[in-house]
């Protein structure tokens, strides 16, 4: 059941995709991109999510949307963090492995983001949910030796 409402949000996101390219919509890309690689993120296809989500985060710093791209590398962050520590839990060191990459790669992209385009919205929140993220990625990570 679960994967067949995978599979219809995929499909839903590949059918805006194709739409948004169609109208040259880039900011309809980068959502519709994000909702791809997150799906991917929540099937545990970490190498696709990250190919997925890369492409979305650079639409965003394209277009200017810098703000939102952070939120993005926060959130799924941490819930990328959340299931390495599922795969962790489950035994699955693999999994752990690209889930925590995956979740290092969105990091490293948040630290972009602040670089590049320090912005005034860019709140308090975020700037404390990325230092989070890095705290809970050395936590993890101690996990991997």
């Given amino acids: 059941m679960m994967q067949a409402r995978y599979a219809d949000a995929q499909n839903h996101y590949a059918a805006a995709l ?11 890309q980068a959502h519709a991109l994000l909702g791809l690689g997150d799906v991917a993120r929540m099937q545990a296809r970490y190498a696709e999510a990250r190919g997925q989500l890369g492409q979305a985060l650079e639409l965003a710093c394209a277009i200017g949307v810098h703000t939102s791209g952070l939120s993005w590398c926060v959130v799924i962050g941490r ?10 839990v489950a035994g699955d ?31 308090t929140e975020f700037v404390t949910g990325l230092q989070a993220l890095g705290l809970r990625l050395s936590e993890v990570g101690s996990d991997m030796e």
């Fill in 93 to 123: 060191r693999g999994r752990f492995r690209q889930a925590y990459e995956l979740a290092q790669y969105l990091h490293g992209w948040g630290q972009r983001l602040m670089v590049e385009a320090p912005h005034p919205e860019t709140t």
């Fill in 18 to 28: 194709d739409v948004s390219e169609a109208i040259a919509d880039r900011l309809g």
């Fill in 79 to 88: 819930r990328t963090l959340d299931q390495a520590e599922q795969h962790r």
